[in-house]
Every structure is written in structure tokens, then in C-alpha cells.
């Protein structure tokens, strides 16, 4: 009978020099691969974008008829910043039945009070603002 050589342990449960270069490569390959997705998402969340201090709190209502109603809000935006704000009006089953987009043009005052009188296609019941943006 011949003796046959013996394996090694590392041969034997695959701990070779190539598995090992190969683990390490994927190793890299993932981490890699984390700090482009990391990348990505910091370009697109853009830490480096502003707000404009955009801020917006609903102060009143009037259903004014059946199809008008009038929404009183206070918008406040950065000085001298143009911005947009969308007003809407609901109705009791929480149905859109107006919306409007007011353009505010630029102010040296950051807080204002505006007015915005919508037309509805039913009556309404509350008013307010859904959103404001800076365009």
C-alpha cells in the first residue's frame, strides 16, 4: 500500500493564497461599490442646497360661496427671494375641489401675510397651504 500525501488543512477546507486574494478582492470590490452609492445619494440629497428659510403656517379661512373661498396664510422666505406657494381648498371627504399656485415676488420683509382667493368647483370647507417652494 502507498501512502498518499497528506493534505493540509488549508487545502482542505479551501483556505488557498488564490481565496484568499480572491475574498479580498471582493472585499474591495463591495466597499467599493457602498462609497459610489454613498456618493450618489449625498449628490443627490445636496447637502449644499438651501431652503431660502422657506416656512409657511395657515392663519385662516372663508368660505366665501359656493364655488370661491379665500385662505389666509403667512408665508416667510430669505429677502429678496422669489417664491411660489400652492393654496387649496378641500372638502368635507378631504377632496381637492380648488387649488391655486400664488407667484410672491421678491420682499426686503422675510415674513408676509397674503390672502389668496380660490375658485372651487364645489363648496369647500377648509383652505390652506399644501406647499411653497422657491422656483
Given at each position: 500500500m502507498s501512502e498518499q500525501p497528506t493534505a493540509t488543512l488549508d487545502d482542505r477546507y479551501g483556505r488557498t493564497p488564490s481565496r484568499a486574494r480572491r475574498s479580498r478582492l471582493i472585499g474591495i470590490v463591495v466597499a467599493a461599490a457602498i462609497v459610489v452609492v454613498l456618493g450618489a445619494w449625498v449628490i443627490w440629497a445636496g447637502p449644499g442646497q438651501t431652503s431660502h428659510g422657506i416656512d409657511s403656517d395657515d392663519v385662516g379661512y372663508k368660505i366665501v360661496s359656493e364655488h370661491r373661498a379665500t385662505v389666509d396664510s403667512q408665508v416667510s422666505v430669505?429677502?429678496?427671494?422669489?417664491?411660489?406657494?400652492?393654496?387649496?381648498?378641500?372638502?368635507?371627504?378631504?377632496?381637492?375641489?380648488?387649488?391655486?399656485?400664488?407667484?410672491?415676488?421678491?420682499?426686503?420683509?422675510?415674513?408676509r401675510s397674503i390672502t389668496t382667493s380660490v375658485n372651487t368647483t364645489t363648496r369647500g370647507v377648509t383652505g390652506l397651504i399644501h406647499t411653497c417652494w422657491v422656483p
Open positions: 430669505d429677502p429678496g427671494t422669489t417664491m411660489k406657494c400652492a393654496v387649496q381648498v378641500l372638502d368635507k371627504s378631504y377632496t381637492i375641489v380648488g387649488w391655486k399656485v400664488v407667484t410672491l415676488p421678491p420682499s426686503t420683509e422675510r415674513t
